[in-house]
């Protein structure tokens, strides 16, 4: 927010250090108890014709565009098509406050807070890491240097604050995700086995979903090794087998990526298509990253997540 529109508020206020006595001398849950009471108040001074004013002008509040059959379809087939081992996940559409921007270099203001201490997801697979982390931490109790790995998928529908603009571009929307949580097994094993495990996922759902009734065409996988030094294990570890398995689909190593650094780490992954009409789409976007072992303070666990928005696919396919 605004510095100056910062200023002004505590200038109305008649509080100089508004800020820093809501953000850092009231407790949490103190906090929480004063914001649910302005709440209270405010909607107790609404009308029914207030309401109806904000649903028509509110961006957040309306529904979505797609098919709920359509988008049911995909996500079964999905689902389906799961690789051995992954769990599927139903989640919560809330998330603690932060999950997005402790861990990674997402601006707190693109996610939607609660006053109860949460945000609207915005991200599922930092939920799913949540999760991961969580469920790693009970398998170490009896095992610390367990390399036992934690699979879970989950499609979720998301709310970000950012204007949504352009085709296919919605303030909300359904994504379908992978996480894949364990630790270091030398080798670059993990990395090269969950790259190919999640990569051979997404591959066979665009091909299965021409059962659906989309046409999916020029697929094209591309893997960043932002560590360069790995660029040989991924080609023998990953693209080749998985082009033997997919040969209608095109692989290659993309070095000029520059979205995703910082974020990512050691490789990330794109996978594009063209609809019937030649127009290319990012469907697919992947690759580790450092959330689990911040979460458990332990630089040997390793994470992979990824993500398709599957209502922009459905909508734009």
Known sequence: MSEKIIQRISREAGVDDLVDVLAERLSPSDLQSLL????????????????????QRDRFVQPAEASPIAQAEFDRLAYALLPPGFEAIELSPVAPLGSCAVVSPISQNLTLPTIRGTEVCADPTNMLALMGAQRRRTLQRDEPRTTKRVKLGASHRVLRTQRAEGPGSFQHFRLFVLCTAGRDEGSFTFETETLVDQIDFYLRLLDGVSQLGYDVEDVRTLVTALDERRQEDLKSRVLDPLSEKHPQVSFAFNPGRQS???????????????????????????????????LLSNRKERLLTSGMGSERFCACF
């Open 260 to 294: 995703g650094r910082g974020y990512y780490t050691d490789v990330c992954f794109w996978i594009r298509a063209r609809d019937r009409s030649g127009v290319d789409y990012l469907l697919i976007d992947g690759g580790f990253t450092t959330w689990t072992q911040q």
């Open 36 to 55: 649910i009471e302005v709440y209270r108040r405010r909607s107790e001074a609404l009308t029914p014709s207030d309401l109806l004013r904000q649903y």
